[in-house]
């Protein structure tokens, strides 16, 4: 093979991450945008009156839009940390030889977690945390703890044995192997679970209001009590619109973030 055609692999093969990386930074200025259009609480007070002419009060008024995003956006943030402190070494556990035989077991707990509704966990957590933030984070960890450990054992899994051991065989101790080999080749499918988790956790994130965690459902909920549909959608398409944000930045850092050469 010529050194020629050897480039020409090499420069088409960084192509797609480098579009990847652009689309990261538009993702990045997208979300700039998106708070500056929740900032705009007169815009949305027209576009609501303008939907809903005969409707009294079109805006949830206890509480700017911007600020309950903020709100929500600190629930989502602190829920993913947790689920990533929790599910990453699980998932690294789970996979060694010493944790191999409470892989059945973790996998079942964590199936059950998320066939739990979230409402079903706060009302559990409720007698024993209080109302606020931290039985939302219990309901929304234990929501969102399969797909990344799930996503997490298979991509660790699905490294070949031949590499582990040729890593072996340099004199890679077994953490060195984890970061320098095991990790980065996982990376792109860890990165999908963390994808769908946090598309699950902004939207389930709603449901923190019940117990005065605030957020983006307070309007939402508020709305559904009073039957005033212009509250609903004021909390709802903020939502929508981050979660479809989260979704393409994780994506696009998907590929950014595979080593060059792996599909």
Do not use: C
Not at 21 to 29: E, S, T
Not at 130 to 157: Q, S, W
Not at 186 to 194: D, K, M, P, S, Y
Not at 237 to 259: I, N
């Amino acid at each position: 093979m010529s050194a020629a055609t050897t480039g020409a692999r090499t420069a088409g093969a960084r192509r797609p991450k480098a579009r990847a990386w652009r689309g990261v930074a538009f993702a990045a200025l997208a979300f700039v945008g998106l708070l500056a259009l929740f900032a705009q609480q007169v815009w949305w007070q027209r576009a609501l009156r303008a939907l809903f002419p005969g409707q009294r009060s079109v805006m949830f008024e206890r509480a700017s839009l911007l600020e309950l995003s903020l709100q929500h956006l600190e629930i989502v943030g602190l829920s993913l940390a947790l689920i990533l402190l929790i599910s990453l070494p699980l998932a690294v556990w789970l996979t060694r030889p010493q944790g191999r035989a409470f892989l059945p077991l973790a996998s079942s707990l964590l199936s059950v977690g998320q066939t739990f509704p979230p409402i079903a966990v706060l009302a559990l957590a409720l007698p024993a945390f209080g109302f606020g933030l931290r039985p939302t984070l219990i309901a929304l960890v234990a929501y969102g703890l399969l797909p990344v450990t799930r996503n997490a054992i298979a991509g660790f899994e699905a490294v070949p044995a031949t590499l582990k051991e040729a890593a072996s065989g340099m004199g890679m101790n077994a953490w060195e192997r984890l970061w320098r080999l095991e990790l980065p080749l996982a990376t792109r499918v860890i990165l999908a679970g963390v994808r769908t988790s946090t598309v699950y956790t902004v939207g389930t994130a709603t449901v923190a209001p019940i117990i005065g965690a605030g957020g983006l459902g307070v309007p939402i909920i508020a709305g559904l009590t009073t039957g005033n549909l212009a509250y609903v959608l004021q909390g709802a398409v903020p939502v929508a619109l981050l979660a479809l944000l989260a979704d393409y930045a994780l994506g696009r850092l998907e590929v950014a973030l595979t080593p060059t050469g792996i599909a």
